[in-house]
């Protein structure tokens, strides 16, 4: 398929979803979630989106906060995207699946190829997904079982997609990421070190690797811009929020450190990978 790496495209469109007084409250889709500072969370939210924006020179869409929705700003769940195609996901809890309805019509108007999951036996949480750019990780976690990964699998045939057992309360991206084309960064905590020995047991490719002190600093998005002649960028949680982690984040030479907040946003359940969909080509608009 090309050098390694490849597959993790160039970007042009981030979707994120705006935060609704309801997440603040504490309903958080009836999972009884801490209630959070609505005010702290929108700030933290909009200097995402202007992050993407801005620095990274994306095309921003941004849909509307729904109050019925009140995990609605972890969009990433709702959705698998790698090229041309989408895969709407069908969430663990029932309560989030109506999340996926406003996903799936603006990645529609983006003319992607929409793939739906018809199997009511199967469950798929977005942030359980790591592609590399060479092969697709599918951690088998709470959210995520064996017929979530298999259609995953159906779904992106050009690519290998094996799956990593979750042994804690975290998706699979939540524990690591990719922190360029060919490096693996993992948290220091026993759950993510097995998950990354997993990874390297079933692939076929020489993938680096770099620990973390924190977890959650592994939660993040590497994303090569649109524009010609500029290097990589890597999202990641600041000093703010993981001040412990950012000397190792220094190690990843190759890319342009880009550090956001969602220690508020944390509250509710949101990595940083959950709070937006990035598209890896151009989509036919």
């Excluded at 997904?129 to 990780?137: A, I, K, M, S, W």
């Excluded at 976690?141 to 057992?165: L, M, Q």
Aim: aromatic share 4%.
């Amino acid at each position: 398929m090309g050098t390694p790496g490849e597959g993790l495209g160039r970007c042009s469109h981030a979707l994120i979803r705006g935060v609704p007084e309801s997440l603040a409250s504490g309903e958080g889709a009836g999972a009884g979630l801490p209630a959070l500072d609505l005010a702290k969370a929108q700030r933290e939210h909009g200097v995402l989106g202007g992050k993407l924006r801005q620095r990274l020179g994306l095309q921003l869409l941004e849909l509307p906060p729904e109050e019925s929705l009140p995990l609605g700003p972890l969009l990433g769940d709702t959705a698998v995207i790698q090229g041309d195609t989408a895969l709407i996901t069908r969430p663990w809890s029932p309560a989030r699946r109506p999340e996926v309805d406003g996903v799936r019509k603006a990645l529609q108007d983006l003319g992607l190829r929409i793939v739906e999951m018809g199997d009511e036996n199967a469950t798929l949480d977005g942030t359980d997904v790591l592609f590399t750019g060479r092969e697709f990780f599918v951690g088998l976690s709470k959210w995520t079982n064996h017929r979530g990964a298999e259609i995953v699998a159906d779904t992106f045939r050009d690519f290998a997609v094996s799956t990593v057992p979750v042994s804690s309360p975290s998706h699979l991206r939540g524990l690591c990421g990719m922190g360029g084309p060919r490096t693996v960064v993992a948290g220091s905590s026993e759950a993510a070190q097995k998950a990354v020995r997993a990874m390297a047991v079933l692939t076929d490719h020489p993938y680096a690797s770099l620990t973390l002190p924190d977890d959650a600093a592994a939660d993040c998005l590497f994303l090569r811009p649109g524009l010609p002649g500029v290097p990589p960028f890597l999202l990641h949680r600041g000093g703010g929020d993981l001040p412990n982690s950012q000397e190792a984040l220094q190690k990843l030479s190759d890319v342009t450190l880009v550090p956001v907040s969602c220690s508020e946003l944390e509250k509710a359940g949101a990595g940083l990978s959950s709070l937006c969909l990035v598209l890896s080509t151009r989509p036919h608009s």
